[in-house]
C-alpha cells in the first residue's frame, strides 16, 4: 500500500507545533508495518536551516514546474530528502515567493500559499509519477486537496483510483478566508455554496476536506465526539455530524526513538525507571540553569505550549499566584498570544524564586523542562489529543490535566486504593476545579510518598506507542480503499 501523507509542518525539517511530530513520526512506523509512505510538504525557509542541524541534505529533483487551473504563473521545483534514519522519501515544494518568509505561517497570503501547495502536491505526484493508493491530508493546509481530486482532477486518469483520509488535528483552525479566493483556486463557482466549501459568506478550507475526503479522523476517540457537538464543534458540528460514519478518532502515539529518557541527549542526566533518582538531577540542573532556588524536594511544576486560549491560560492566570503560594516552581516555556506572554513575563518578576517564564521556541528546553519537571501542566479548554501529557508520562512527570479530547483519553485519575492511574484532572473548565487538582498532585507528592512512586511507575509504564496507532490508521486507509469506484 503507498500512502502519501501531505502536511505543512513536519518534523525535523519545520515544527512550529504537534502537527509536525505526527506527520515526522507516523510514516516511520507505517514503513515497519510494510506501507510505503511518501512525505510531502513545502520547503519552508526554516526547512535549509535546520538541514545542518538535523543532518539531512537537500536534492533538487525537478524544477520549473507549472500549476495548472491556478491564476499564477509561479512556477516551483520539486527537492528531495529522506526522514532520518528511514528511507521513507520527503519531497518539498519549493516557490521563494510563497514558501520563503522566516516562520512557517508568515508570509504574503496565507490562503493563497495553501491553495498553490495543495494543486502542487497533484501535480508533483503527477510529473514524478509516484503510483499513490491514499492521500492522507492533514489540517485545513491541506483541505482542499479532496477538493480538487473531486472536481478538477476528477476525470484524471492518473489519479483514477487514489483515495482520501483528512486527519483534523485542531478544529479551531479552519483556513476560512474570504470567497475572492475562489478565482485564484480555479475551482468551479459550483462549489461556492453551503454544500461545498461556502462557510458564512467565505471559503472554509476545512470544511472542504470534510465534505470531499472518503474518511475523515481526529487525534482522539473522545475529541471525534465532542467536535459533533456544539459546545466543540467550532461551527462545522452540523457538517463533521453529516460525516459521523466515516468520522474515526485515532490517538496519536509518541515517538519512542526521539522521546528516551534513557538516551534522549538533550537532557542533563538520562535515567530509567530503575534509576529515578537520576531524574532528580535534572530537576537540580534546570534549577540552576534557569536561576531559580535549587533544592530536590521543591515540587517543580511544568508547561510547555503554545500561548493560546486553547490552552486553558486563562483559567490557570486567575490561579497561577495561589499555585505559587504552594512554594512551588512553576516553569512555563511558550511563545504566542503577546497577553499570554506578558502575563507570564509580569509573574516571573513578581515571582522570581517561583516562575521562570520562558518565551522562546527551544526544543532542547522543553525537553530538560520534561524531565526536570515533577508534574506537567495542560488545563485545556479543549485538547485534540495533546503531546505534551503524553512526554511527560513519557519522562515520569504526573500530567495535571483537563479531562476533555485526548486528554481524557490519556491520562486516568490516580486511585489511591487500587493504586492503578497515572495523573490527576478536572472536569468542569474553571480556574477553582484547575487550583483543587494542582493541590491534590502537590499533595501527593509531599505527603504520600509510595504513592507517587507508583503514579511516576505508571506513567512511564503507559503504552503510547506509534505501533498502536500507526496499525489503526491501516485500517483506515483499507477503509477509504474499499470505497473505490
Ligand atoms: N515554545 C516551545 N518550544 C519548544 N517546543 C514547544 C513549544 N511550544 C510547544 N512545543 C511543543 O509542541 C508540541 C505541542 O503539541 P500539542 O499536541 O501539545 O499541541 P498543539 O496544539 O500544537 O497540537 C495540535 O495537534 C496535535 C497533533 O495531532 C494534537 O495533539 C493537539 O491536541 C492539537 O492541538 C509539543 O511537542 C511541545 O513540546
Keep these: 500500500m503507498k500512502v502519501a501523507l501531505i502536511s505543512y509542518e513536519v518534523y525535523p525539517f519545520a515544527k512550529v507545533g504537534g502537527l509536525a511530530d505526527v506527520v515526522g513520526a507516523l510514516p516511520k512506523y507505517l514503513e515497519k508495518l510494510s506501507v510505503e509512505p511518501i512525505v510531502i510538504m513545502p520547503k519552508h525557509k526554516i526547512v535549509e536551516k535546520n538541514a545542518e542541524k538535523f543532518l539531512y541534505t537537500l536534492e533538487k529533483v525537478k524544477g520549473d514546474i507549472e500549476v495548472p487551473f491556478l491564476k499564477t504563473d509561479e512556477k516551483f521545483d520539486i527537492y528531495k530528502t529522506t526522514i532520518p534514519r528511514t528511507n521513507v522519501p520527503v519531497y518539498f515544494i519549493a516557490n521563494d515567493y510563497y514558501f520563503s518568509a522566516d516562520e512557517v505561517y508568515e508570509g504574503p497570503d496565507l490562503a493563497e500559499q495553501a491553495i498553490y501547495f495543495s494543486a502542487a502536491v497533484l501535480e508533483t505526484l503527477k510529473v514524478l509519477n509516484l503510483p499513490i493508493d491514499v492521500l492522507h491530508v492533514n489540517d485545513w493546509q491541506t483541505g482542499l486537496i479532496p477538493v480538487y481530486l473531486k472536481s478538477l482532477y476528477k476525470d484524471d486518469e492518473f489519479f483514477g483510483k487514489i483515495v482520501t483520509l483528512l486527519t483534523i488535528h485542531n478544529l479551531g483552525y479552519q483556513g476560512i478566508f474570504g470567497s475572492k479566493y475562489m478565482e485564484f ?3 468551479p463557482s459550483y462549489l461556492y455554496n453551503i454544500d461545498g466549501i461556502e462557510f458564512y ?13 472518503d474518511i475523515i479522523n481526529t487525534v482522539s476517540p473522545t475529541y471525534a465526539m465532542e467536535i459533533q457537538t456544539k459546545e466543540y464543534g467550532e461551527k462545522l458540528d452540523g457538517v463533521l455530524r453529516l460525516r459521523s460514519s466515516d468520522l474515526y478518532g485515532i490517538l496519536n502515539g509518541i515517538d519512542y526513538d526521539e522521546y528516551n529518557p534513557e538516551t534522549d541527549r538533550r537532557i542533563y542526566v538520562n535515567y530509567s525507571l530503575n534509576d529515578i533518582e537520576k531524574k532528580y538531577e535534572n530537576k537540580k540542573l534546570l534549577q540552576k540553569d534557569l536561576g531559580l532556588p535549587v533544592g530536590e524536594n521543591i515540587p ?6 503554545r500561548l493560546v486560549d486553547q490552552k486553558g491560560l486563562d483559567i490557570l492566570s486567575e490561579v497561577l499566584r495561589y499555585i505559587v503560594n504552594y512554594n512551588v516552581q512553576f516553569v512555563i516555556l511558550g511563545t504566542g498570544d ?3 506572554e506578558d502575563m507570564f513575563r509580569k509573574m516571573e518578576e513578581e515571582f522570581p524564586e517561583n516562575i521562570s517564564a520562558n518565551i522562546k521556541f527551544d526544543i532542547n528546553l522543553a525537553q530538560k523542562i520534561y524531565a526536570a519537571s515533577d508534574m506537567f501542566l495542560m488545563p485545556s479548554r479543549y485538547e485534540p489529543c495533546g503531546l505534551g501529557q503524553m512526554y511527560s508520562l513519557r519522562y515520569g512527570t504526573i500530567p495535571v490535566v483537563r479531562y476533555t479530547g485526548g486528554l481524557a483519553d490519556t491520562v486516568l485519575e490516580y486511585d489511591e486504593k487500587k493504586m492503578i492511574g497515572n495523573g490527576f484532572g478536572f472536569v468542569e473548565y474553571g480556574s477553582s476545579q484547575l487550583l483543587k487538582a494542582v493541590a491534590k498532585a502537590i499533595d501527593f507528592y ?3 510518598k509510595v ?7 505508571n506513567a512511564m509504564k503507559t503504552d503510547l506507542s506509534w505501533e498502536r496507532s500507526a496499525k489503526e490508521y ?4 483499507n477503509k477509504a480503499m474499499s470505497k473505490r469506484v
Design 185 to 187: 483556486s480555479g475551482l
Design 300 to 305: 517543580m511544576i511544568g508547561m510547555i505550549t
Design 474 to 477: 491501516i485500517k483506515l486507509y
Design 451 to 457: 504513592h507517587w512512586k507508583k503514579l511516576v511507575d
Design 338 to 340: 503577546e497577553k499570554y
Design 446 to 448: 509531599r505527603n504520600k
Design 201 to 213: 459568506g467565505k471559503i472554509n478550507f476545512l470544511k472542504g476536506g470534510i465534505l470531499f475526503s
